[in-house]
């Protein structure tokens, strides 16, 4: 389940706050309970932005495309074993 940046802020300073939580329909009060406590450290870690959603569609220009090709041709026989032993390996 995802939570609104403002809900977990909201449930961070309640907590530091000490007052009650509302538990929300579809966790259990335990796992609701874990999940804020994760947030609050978070939150006393990193800052709030660190709560802030990721964006998961990345604009890529083509100077980025271009970097990450001329870099991946420069490798002498590249050799990518993944396939068949399940890692990633490369072979000069």
Not at 5 to 14: D, L, N, W
Not at 15 to 20: L, S, T, V
Not at 60 to 78: G, I, P, Q, S, W
Request: aromatic share 12%; proline share 2%; glycine share 6%.
């Amino acid at each position: 389940m995802k939570y609104s940046y403002e809900f977990k802020i909201k449930c961070v300073e309640a907590y530091k706050g000490r007052d009650i939580l509302e538990i929300p329909e579809g966790i259990s009060s335990r796992a609701f309970k874990k999940k804020v406590r994760s947030w609050v450290r978070l939150y006393d870690l990193h800052g709030p932005d660190v709560l802030k959603h990721k964006g998961q569609n990345i604009n890529v220009n083509n100077k980025t495309t271009k970097n990450v090709a001329e870099n991946f041709t420069n490798f002498d026989y590249l050799v990518c074993s993944s396939l068949l032993c399940g890692k990633m390996s490369f072979v000069r």
